[in-house]
């Protein structure tokens, strides 16, 4: 089975949004399919992340560490091309 990886959220007043099309590629990815390409005048469509644990059966808490366990990582990574620059 693929690993389970979510889309990086938009926060909007302290609350996790993911977009529709980045789910559904998501989605597409852990079945083995290929992403597909966004129609630029198809709006963007946002998805509370409780939605979104449900679609995937995940709780809300696997949600919510999976998606700091990646800021983390985005964080450390950040912190590794600024000491490499400097």
Do not use: H, W, Y
């Not at 007043?13 to 529709?20: I, K, S, Y």
């Amino acid at each position: 089975m693929a690993k389970f990886q979510l889309p990086v959220p938009t926060r909007i007043n302290g609350r996790l949004f993911f977009e529709r099309f980045q789910i559904e590629n998501c989605k597409r990815e852990l079945i083995g399919l290929p992403p597909l390409a966004r129609d630029p005048t198809t709006p963007i469509e946002f998805v509370p992340a409780s939605r979104i644990s449900e679609e995937f059966g995940r709780s809300r808490r696997t949600i919510g560490r999976r998606i700091a366990a990646a800021e983390r990582a985005a964080a450390a990574e950040t912190r590794e091309s600024d000491d490499a620059a400097a």
